[in-house]
């Protein structure tokens, strides 16, 4: 099973109003993924064996909005602590925001989703890995009503976290600052 961070980008503007980004995929190794080439997705990034989830989170955020000296104003469901047992192990216990899993189709992928919060004056750019294209910024009520209507149009392992970020921010659950 491949891990896999899934940070969901977003920022708020000057006036309060909150915006989640999305880009366009582009899979550049067909035989890895060929369902989702073309589809809606959040970034996303394949953990490093002994990488910390969060770091690759943020590695994926830079990578696939092309600022490398991107710094996260907040990262939700980041709150965690590290144990060990004994010299040689060293351990990251944290409640991520989202979990989910891949039971079909492409990759056995599980990813852990948490929710990034930017600067409103970020200037990313696209095409920055030439694995994602057309990034876009949405009001969380016109993107969920875009995910319910158009499911087909996004990224699988991304939806569910794309569909919970919405609603929370629309029901008020979520609290940026």
């Known amino acids: 099973m491949k891990s896999v ?3 969901i980008v977003v920022k708020v503007d000057d006036e309060g109003a909150v915006w989640v980004h999305t880009q366009t995929r582009q899979v550049i190794d067909k035989d890895y993924d060929s369902m989702y080439h073309g589809t809606q997705e959040t970034c996303g990034e394949t953990v ?3 990488e910390n989830i969060i770091t690759a989170a943020i590695r994926g955020c830079r990578e696939e909005l092309g600022c490398p000296n991107l710094i996260p104003e907040k990262v939700i469901g980041a709150d965690g602590k590290f144990f060990s047992t004994r ?3 060293e351990i990251l216990g944290l409640k991520p925001y989202y979990l989910v899993q891949q039971l079909k189709g492409p990759q056995p ?3 852990l989703g948490f929710i990034v919060i930017v600067s409103s ?3 990313f750019h696209p095409d920055s890995d030439g694995e994602v294209s057309a990034h876009r910024w949405w009001k969380p009520e016109d993107l969920l009503k875009d995910l319910w209507e158009n499911p087909a149009c996004f990224m699988g392992l991304h939806y569910p ?3 919970k970020v919405c ?3 629309i029901e008020g659950k979520i609290h940026v600052f």
Do not use: T, V
Request: proline share 5%; aromatic share 14%; net charge negative.
């Open 5 to 7: 961070a899934i940070p």
């Open 48 to 50: 490093n064996d002994y």
């Open 87 to 89: 010299l040689e192990d």
């Open 109 to 111: 992928w599980m990813g």
């Open 121 to 123: 004056d970020i200037e």
């Open 161 to 163: 976290i794309l569909i």
């Open 167 to 169: 609603q929370d921010f």
